[in-house]
């Protein structure tokens, strides 16, 4: 209890009092109104987890015994659960019951004696690893907004704090102050500050237990590193003033009453108070303090009366005590009474004014601490304990000590302070009409609006841009609405139209009132709002266009009601972050940015909606032709038409700056709101319902996760293991797409700068690979941040800097990695798991590879980590569990315990209780979902049910107890029979109610809050209890169109009956497919029957004419002609009730099954009566719509066919067919051809890519498609059509689809998908998906691949399971064939000729069946080569004696070197052309495969292209390889090696290994020689072969200077200059210039440098910026340039040179050195000589030139050659191909790049092929036979270039379709003569 002791005022000793510091990372934070002090949990940053973790160990190892302890004493304590021991520390007794807390985690254990046992000191020498406590001077406000202070608190915890101990409290507990924290608290209107000594008194008088100061050192247990204390001052005496400072204070009379607070307080018998009434004057004190210190120079001596600024930022009159102690001085507040220790530059001298009026604070001591009445006592101290909790005291005055300067009270009566809300509201003034400005009123149409547009931060639409101001000021139209917008404008016409002109004017109109006024433009009435008046008229903003126009009185009416009760339907925006190049736009940017708008369709993405402007970004609508899907932000930005800038709110990003995050959460309401502008501004609102607003306010642009859920299984791998109970995975399915994503990211992110914008969203460089990945930011810390790789599952620490923003284009795609922990081998999570467990679940998935599947079997939401997926992994080759082998080697044991403090469930766990395929179960019929989907209940579970209500009435009657930590997820819910059952809540709109989905039955309902019950954690039998509605497909069943008559009869059937399934297969969302059974009769089939005679015969197109009567108004509109099924009457469902009510009789005949049969029939019931299905469309139509501006549209709408329609191939088991491999995923999973069906193949492959079929294809871009949709899809190999299936949605616009004529799947886009119609699908499914019946016949898939592919084998189908058949294999030959577009030998020497062995189909000649089946997906057609054939893939012989040149390609330590020969360059392109074409048939190699030796295809770290390679040796994860055609070691992942395949190996390397033919033993001279190699690293030589080695090891002699090396090396005295020169110069490597990266088939402006012939020219490309920069830089040199030194006189060094046909500095580049130096001029396309004397007239290359990209680029004409009669190009060619190129705006295309300098092109001139008119002159003729032919079969058509004058009127789409069709049949044929 509290000493009832009375402290003098002032007599305390003067003296110095140690604060003691410490660092800790919080762990807890809770606060609640009646507790009053907030709670805290910490660790010490010093703790070492492993001394913790050895501790833990020992305790359980340690000898146990019963022990009597008592409360406050250490003991050890047995945790039921797991069975495990911990130290704690006894809390409280209660009968035989103790509470211990365990002070190494925080929680607390409640167990009765026997689970106690008493210890050594020794467990206990180790201090406690948490720390608890108080946060001290700090006391919360009562009426403080709750749900942000929790939400303050929670985003605390896992922080670093700094903290002073102020006091212990009995137990170690800490009272600690974080100024911080506090100050955070305060500033925020969350709480005020408190001084020290009167909080010490508040925490006695609330825990009534014994304080210890801080009048020592600080004890080792609190501080296991000491620092530097630091110190305050105790009060010293005051009786020196206190005469003086009495005089100034109120003066009471005995026996009157007074209103006060106490402001300070020491003990009963001594505490100040101050008049209530007084604090008026006491605000405007502080106030005139605040300005006199603004207006006042800090004085060195303020003296003792001074101005000092409190820790609330507020100025107040103090009395200083002492002299400074390290600038710190101790302050007595004299209106208030206590002390503070501040600093010196937080004193002010104070104003004399101020220092005459008088102290408002008074001291007081109770009058009854000396009564011996323990009753008054007690009251007395309880009206002082509210009083300091912030209460009103009256007070009676009883007497005056004068020695002590003090009042005698007695306390009267205390009431609690009504205060102000502490965030005010800013007051509300209702505008007037004439007050109203544009952006309010603008603000009034946008909020109604945003009602009808259902638009929201996030959203993306479809819409047209109708009146351009400036691109930060712009007005757009929604697709949405436009059916309204059309039928409101021709009403409006036909309104106005009848009405005078005198009628219906608007008299007196006042800004702000609708209207309709006259547009002068058309003379047509639109409706308007009136902005401004004017003297004649008024200004009126068109609501539905956004332009302004001044209108005459005359001419603004009255607006019709029927018309003003429509919102508006323009919307003012804002482009995105895009700021003017000046302080005003630009006209030319206004008009840049109305040109790349105006008549467009555009896809608009909402980034922040204000009050009266929407901030979005817009895009190019994918079919519009105009480079779709890129942003108009970059496009002005990259035009240098606009500067990047941030243009939006930080209110809206979230930006988390220190303080204003909370700021902003607290006072967001105070504010107009950002989507909603009718939300609440009650701050005091329910929990929920601020979590309903938050949710509404999230990001746009955040990284959505997985759809997982607990039954999903999938195949996966494991990217990161850190323990078996915390690992990431990737879905396997989803590698390519994020592959491409990652492919975008780097090409991205390598040349461009994203700012990082305040979202968490990022994008950084992993240090592991150095790779830009996507990225979450979990915390920021001086100027560091936290950051989790999405995709990867890692962590990283990086600092700010390196982070740069994530565009909305990489948001798309969902996050790919997604953390895992084993299902049912948890460990407590105390104990860590041993490397050998980790190391073995590691090895497991490795070998796994693709057979490693992933069964989801829970979800836990785990603090600080975020969801966590109980998963087990299975390999499906071995049917192993890893989980069960962890067991069985006695590294994981199976335990059921409760769950951690910071874990949460977040689902029921899933079971599948056995279900096997072709098992059949006895089932209830639950709840019927659709005419497709059922849940049921196994009939062989029914006595679980009793379990599971037993349990609930324990919870519940738990619930009246009062309880515990509960899961805010998972709860049990009243259903309207008035009893409980379990369920899943989720978030509803209205604050009073949620949704619960019924977890044992399947159905949902709305339920009010009061009818749900969390569960508490401790329920662990009932949160473990499988859920027991299993969902229920209905195989075969069509599930594309919506029957509410099929369902009905549905529910009639089987609703609430016990019905028999057969499982036909499981589905990876944890779902059956299931054939239904009712007796005998098969409800499946009944259904299809039903369903055939209720859908409509599909017509394959409809045309429907729509007429637009105004310009600007209806671009590309689609409407559905769909009429949605009209919800169920009331009667019709008392008609079902009443049939439910009768099943449900019928059913209670059965035994035991009755009661739940009742639950469910209720259940269901309720769902159809209070959540009636919305609206669905009949059927699945396609729309497109052709409409352009001012012409009539038609629109075709196509039936979308799904898999089902497709005929299937019939087999029979045992059949034996000859068939093809088409694709192999894994033994399990691959995919066959029946020899018999080729020739049906190609034919359908040749009519499917006919130019007649693909002129009637209807893109799906405007479709939503879905799984097992039927479709023909481009295939990104060959740009060729085939027929596909939708598998998944990557996302609205981006699909997985499934060639279903090959097996082989792939990631499109929907502009490269088709609509397939009826005559598509006569044909059957080609591929047929088998499965190995025996596996282990071959070691694994590679070998199989191996044998089987292109070849045909002999198959046996033994039975069908699983959607696959069974199969046995039996080899008919073993020859080794190869595909015939990248043929290659067998390693024998004799090489037949060739010979096809597949069929054909007749009248096709051999050429055009060979490019055909080259365009067929991952189909391989089988041939032997020839040896013709095979050479030119083989690199060229070297014999004795040769003399060759080649290139250095690298320099081992050991001065060996790898050279390739110039004479191999060509065979060199042809091997990689046929490595290209073969990298799609090879598969990855098995980690546990890699091994020294192996030949393998390996992909350049700084490149995309693939090489052959050979691995040199192998480590853990990554191995060194050779590659062999560059002679150069790199490092690479084990993960990322592919095979190479037999063809490729035979070819030997082009890397030519040599050593310089130096005598042994002479080191110097091998050092010379080593040095002279390495110099030359990367250029061409000559060399001499003299000999090889048994290992093909070539000894040489290196020509220089006409004489051998080995020449110079033994004559060392007699070096040449050059030698001599070479040793001085620097090891810098020579400079080199290189080419700005252009993109393949991507068109680009520009015009001809150089022109030689059609086989040598240059380019330029137009961008004048480049070469502005090169010419300003170059025109700046003066002749003070280091000359290049000799060692870098060498091929493709690059330099400066004056030329003298330029007159000027120019970059160059060596071509040629002898006698004579050839320089190329790369920024102008031609050479000039220099004589070799001259070489010093050559300069280095600045550094700021040098980064500069060379402005020329070589080229080859694409696709001709001379004249057949001709071998080289003619005079009059080359003239004529000069005048083709003489022009500014060529449009130039890329297509090969065919060495490092030089490209092959295709170039447009005035519209027209380049090559075309070389042979349309005769000068030329095509390379390939096929192009010219498909030319003159274009010739017949005039291209629209052509059109005469009096055609010009005519239908401009014909003749552009025309021309584009011929560029694609250009553009595709040039790209297939590349491989010839």
């Known amino acids: 209890m509290m000493s009832s002791e009375q402290k003098s005022y002032g007599s305390a000793p003067a003296g110095h009092c140690a604060l003691w510091p410490v660092d800790l990372k919080l762990t807890h934070l809770d606060w609640n109104p009646e507790a009053t002090l907030i709670h805290f949990q910490g660790q010490y940053l010093t703790t070492c987890e492993l001394d913790y973790n050895i501790l833990q160990g020992v305790i359980q190892n340690a000898p146990k015994a019963p022990a009597s302890v008592d409360v406050g004493e250490f003991c050890l304590v047995e945790d039921l659960t797991s069975a495990r021991w911990y130290r704690g520390r006894v809390q409280s007794l209660k009968k035989d019951l103790y509470d211990v807390f365990l002070i190494d985690h925080g929680n607390v254990l409640s167990v009765d004696e026997a689970h106690i046992s008493c210890c050594s000191n020794d467990l206990f020498i180790l201090p406690p690893k948490i720390v608890c406590g108080f946060l001290s001077s700090v006391l919360l406000l009562s009426d403080c907004c709750h749900s942000v202070l929790e939400q303050y608190f929670a985003n605390l915890v896992g922080r670093n704090v700094t903290g002073y101990i102020k006091a212990l409290l009995p137990h170690k507990v800490l009272l600690m102050e974080a100024p911080d924290i506090n100050s955070d608290l305060v500033h925020y209107g969350f709480g005020r500050h408190v001084d020290t000594d009167t909080f010490l008194l508040l925490v006695e008088m609330l825990t009534e237990a014994p304080l210890k100061q801080n009048i020592e050192p600080a004890p080792d247990l609190l501080i296991e590193k000491q620092r530097r204390q630091e110190f305050f001052l105790k009060p010293s005496s005051l009786r020196g003033y206190e005469d003086i400072l009495s005089s100034f204070r109120p003066k009471l009379k005995c026996g009157s009453h007074a209103i006060v607070h106490v402001t300070a307080a020491v003990n009963p018998g001594l505490f100040y108070c101050q008049m209530t009434a007084k604090e008026s004057e006491l605000k405007e004190l502080s106030s005139k303090l605040a300005a006199a210190v603004n207006q006042l120079r800090t004085s060195d001596n303020p003296g003792l009366l001074c101005s000092v600024k409190g820790k609330d930022e507020n100025w107040y009159r103090g009395l200083v005590q002492h002299l400074p102690v390290n600038s710190l001085v101790r302050v007595l507040f004299v209106d208030y009474g206590y002390f503070e220790t501040v600093r010196v530059e937080n004193i002010h001298k104070l104003p004399p004014d101020l220092c005459s009026i008088p102290i408002k604070s008074f001291p007081c001591a109770l009058s009854c601490m000396n009564n011996e009445e323990e009753a008054i006592k007690s009251k007395q101290l309880g009206f002082l304990k509210t009083s ?176 003003a009760d429509k919102s508006a339907f323009a919307l003012c925006c804002s482009l995105v972050n895009v700021v003017p190049t000046d302080e005003l736009w630009p006209s030319s940017s206004i008009d840049s940015f109305r040109r790349l708008v105006s008549n467009k369709v555009l896809q608009v993405c909402v980034i922040q909606i204000r009050k009266n402007k929407f901030d979005v970004d817009l895009y190019f609508n994918e079919e519009s032709g105009n480079g779709g899907g890129q942003s108009l932000s970059e496009i002005l930005i990259s035009a240098q038409q606009a500067h990047y800038g941030k243009n939006i709110s930080e209110q809206f990003t979230g930006k988390k700056k220190k303080h204003t995050y909370y700021k902003q959460k607290v006072t967001k309401h105070n504010r107009q709101p950002l989507v909603n502008p009718k939300a609440s501004e009650n701050c005091n609102k329910e929990k929920e319902a601020s979590k309903y607003e938050l949710e509404k306010t999230k990001e746009p642009f955040s990284l959505k996760g997985l759809n997982i859920k607990p039954g999903c299984e999938f195949a996966v791998r494991c990217i990161l293991i850190n323990t078996p109970s915390d690992f990431w995975c990737q879905l396997l399915d989803q590698v390519p797409a994020l592959e491409s994503l990652m492919e975008r990211l780097q090409g991205h992110y390598s040349i461009k700068t994203v700012p990082l914008e305040p979202e968490p969203c990022c994008v950084v460089k992993s240090p592991s690979n150095g790779k830009w990945c996507r990225g979450i930011i979990t915390e920021r810390q001086n100027g560091r941040a936290n950051v989790i790789l999405v995709d990867f599952g890692s962590s990283i620490q990086v600092s700010e800097e390196c982070l740069q923003g994530l565009l909305p284009e990489f948001c798309v795609f969902e996050k790919q990695a997604f953390r895992c922990s084993l299902y049912n081998v948890i460990e407590p999570l105390a104990l860590g798991w041993t490397k050998d467990a980790t190391e073995f679940l590691r090895r497991f998935a490795d070998n796994s590879g693709v057979n490693l599947k992933c069964n989801v079997v829970s979800q836990l939401n785990v603090k600080n980590k975020g969801l966590c997926n109980v998963v087990d992994l299975c390999n499906t080759e071995s049917n192993q ?71 609930i009435s324990e919870v519940l009657k738990l619930k009246q107890t009062n309880a515990e930590t509960v899961v805010e997820k998972l709860c049990l819910a009243k259903y309207l029979d008035g009893q409980w059952y379990r369920g899943i809540a989720y978030l509803a709109q209205s604050p009073s109610h949620v949704f619960v989905t019924f977890v044992d039955y399947g159905n949902t309902m709305i339920a009010e809050k009061k009818n749900v019950v969390f569960i508490p954690k401790e329920s662990t039998e009932l949160l473990n209890k499988p859920m027991q509605a299993l969902r229920f497909c209905l195989a075969g069943v069509p599930q594309g169109l919506v029957f509410a008559d099929v369902k009905e009869w549905l529910d009639t059937a089987v ?170 995923d894994s033994l399990s999973s691959f995919f066959l051809q029946r020899s018999s069906d080729e020739a049906n193949i190609f034919q359908m492959a040749e009519d499917i890519n006919s130019s007649f079929f693909k002129e009637t294809l209807e893109p799906c ?122 043929a290659a030998p067998k390693e024998t020497d004799t090489v037949p ?136 070691i790199e490092t690479a992942s084990k993960s990322t090696l592919w095979q190479m395949m037999r063809c490729l190996a035979v070819i030997p390397p082009f890397a030519v290994h040599c050593r310089l033919n130096i005598q042994e033993g002479s080191v110097q001279d091998r050092q010379i020689c080593y040095e002279a190699v390495k110099g030359i690293e990367g250029y061409n030589v000559k060399l001499v072969f003299v000999e090889v080695s048994e290992k093909y090891l070539w000894f040489v002699e290196m020509v220089r200077d006409r004489f051998l090396l080995q020449h110079h090396v033994s004559n060392t005295e007699t070096k040449t200059e050059l030698d001599s020169a070479r040793e001085n110069e620097s090891a810098t490597d020579p400079q080199k210039l290189v080419f700005a990266p252009v993109e393949l088939n991507k068109e680009y402006c520009g015009f001809a440098a150089a022109v030689t ?72 396309g031609h050479a000039e000589c220099l004589s070799y004397g001259d070489h010093s007239k050559l300069k280095k290359l600045p550094d700021c030139i040098k980064a500069l990209p060379k402005v020329t680029y070589p080229c080859v004409l694409n696709t001709v050659r001379p004249a057949e009669a001709e071998e080289q190009w003619s005079d009059e060619a080359i003239i004529f191909f000069q005048q083709c190129l003489d022009q500014r705006n060529l449009q130039i295309f890329f297509r090969e790049e065919i060495s490092d300098c030089q490209w092959k092109v295709d170039i447009l001139a005035n519209g027209v092929h380049v090559a075309k008119q070389l042979v349309d002159a005769g000068y030329g003729s095509y390379m390939d036979i096929m192009l010219g032919l498909r030319f003159q079969e274009q010739s017949s058509r005039r291209s629209p270039l052509y059109l005469r004058e009096d055609e010009c009127d005519e239908d401009p789409e014909e003749g552009s379709q025309t021309f584009e069709e011929i560029e694609q049949i250009f553009k595709v044929n040039s790209d297939s003569c590349l491989c010839m």
């Open 1393 to 1528: 000729e060739v010979k096809k062995t597949t069929q054909t189909k007749p009248n096709i000649t051999k050429r055009v069946m060979r490019e055909r089946k080259k365009k067929l997906p991952k189909k391989i057609s089988i041939v032997k080569v020839s040896k013709d054939l095979f050479s030119a893939f083989l690199p060229p012989k070297i014999q004795k004696g040769d003399t060759e040149t080649g290139l250095v390609l690298s320099v081992q330590s050991n001065g060996d070197f790898y050279l390739r020969l110039d004479k191999s360059e060509d065979s060199l392109a042809a091997l990689e052309t046929l490595l290209a074409a073969h990298l799609k048939y090879c598969e990855p190699v098995l980690t546990n495969n890699v091994k020294e030796g192996l030949n393998c295809l390996v992909q350049e770290q700084n490149g995309r292209k693939w090489r052959r390679a050979a691995v040199k040796d192998v480590f853990h994860d990554a191995c060194l390889v050779h590659l062999l055609d560059y002679g150069k």
């Open 1055 to 1224: 609703l609430n009956k016990q019905v028999r399934a057969i499982i036909v297969a499981k589905e990876e969302d944890g779902s059956f497919e299931v054939e239904l059974f009712d007796g005998e009769v098969s409800i499946n089939d009944r259904l299809k029957k039903l369903i055939d005679t209720l859908t409509p015969k599909p017509k394959i197109a409809m045309t429907l004419n729509i007429k637009s009567e105004r310009k600007n108004m209806n671009q590309n509109v689609s409407k559905s002609q769909l009429k949605a099924k009209t919800p169920m009457s009331n009667r019709h469902r008392q008609k079902k009730n009443q049939k439910s009510n009768k099943r449900s009789q019928n059913r209670q005949t059965e035994p035991v099954k009755s009661q739940q049969s009742k639950k469910a029939e209720v259940k269901q019931t309720a769902v159809t009566q209070d959540c009636p299905s919305p609206p669905e469309p009949q059927s699945n139509y396609a729309i497109q719509d052709n409409k352009k501006l001012g012409q009539k549209s038609k629109r075709e709408c196509f039936v979308v066919l799904q898999i089902s329609c497709l005929p299937v191939i019939k087999l029979t088991e045992g059949l034996k067919l000859a068939c093809f491999a088409s694709h192999i």
């Open 881 to 951: 569990s890893v989980s069960n082998l962890l067991v069985e080697k006695c590294l994981a044991r199976v335990v059921t315990r409760t769950l951690s403090p910071t874990v949460f469930p977040e689902s029921f766990v899933y079971s599948s209780y056995g279900l096997t395929e072709r098992s059949e179960e006895k089932v209830f019929v639950t709840h019927v979902h659709s005419h497709f989907e059922i849940f049921c209940q196994l009939e062989k579970n029914t006595a679980v049910f009793e379990e599971i209500d037993d349990k």
């Open 1653 to 1724: 012939t059609p086989f040598e020219f240059c380019v330029v490309l137009e961008d004048l910026y480049l070469m502005s920069q090169v010419s300003v830089l170059l025109d700046d040199f003066r002749d003070e340039l280091q000359p290049l030194p000799l060692a870098h006189l060498v091929p493709k060094t690059g330099c400066l040179v004056k030329s003298k046909s330029r007159n000027k500095w120019c970059r160059a580049e060596i071509l040629h050195v002898d006698s004579t130096l050839t320089l190329d001029l790369v920024d102008y």
């Open 388 to 563: 300091l909790l912030g209460g009103i005291l009256e007070i009676e005055i009883n007497k005056y000590k004068p020695e002590q300067h003090l009042y005698c009270i007695t306390i009267l009566n205390a009431k609690e302070r009504v205060t102000p809300t502490p965030i005010q509201k800013p007051p509300s003034t209702k505008l007037t009409r004439s007050e109203q400005s544009l952006p309010q009123i603008m603000s009034k149409e946008l909020d109604k609006t945003l009602e009808d547009e259902e638009i929201q931060v996030g959203s993306v639409f479809t819409g047209y841009v109708e009146h351009v101001q400036n691109p930060n000021h712009f007005w757009v139209r929604s697709e949405k609405r436009n059916n309204d917008f059309e039928e409101i404008m021709e009403k409006l016409f036909r309104h106005f139209r009848r009405i005078a002109l005198d009628e219906d004017v608007l008299e007196n109109p006042e800004p702000g009132m609708l209207c309709c006024a006259v547009y002068e433009e058309d003379l047509h009435y639109y409706r308007g709002v009136v902005v401004d008046l004017l003297e004649n008229g008024a200004e009126v903003l068109f609501i539905d266009f956004g332009n302004t126009g001044k209108v005459p009185h005359n001419l603004i009416k009255k607006i019709p009601k029927e018309f």
């Open 1261 to 1382: 871009t405007n479709i939503a498609l879905k799984a097992d949709d039927l479709v023909i899809v481009e295939y990104k190999d060959d740009g060729a059509l085939y027929r596909a299936v939708v598998k998944e949605n990557i996302d609205s616009c981006t699909f997985k689809v499934e060639f279903v004529d090959f097996g082989n799947s792939d990631i499109v886009g929907n502009e490269k998908m088709f609509v397939m119609t009826k005559d598509n699908v006569s044909q059957p499914r080609y591929s047929i998906p088998c499965s190995l019946l025996d596996c282990s016949a071959f070691d694994d898939t590679a070998a199989f691949t191996d044998v089987v592919m292109d070849k045909p084998f002999m198959v046996e189908f033994v039975c069908f399971r699983k959607s696959q058949w069974q199969v046995k294999v039996e080899i008919l030959d073993a020859t080794i064939s190869v595909p015939v577009e990248a």
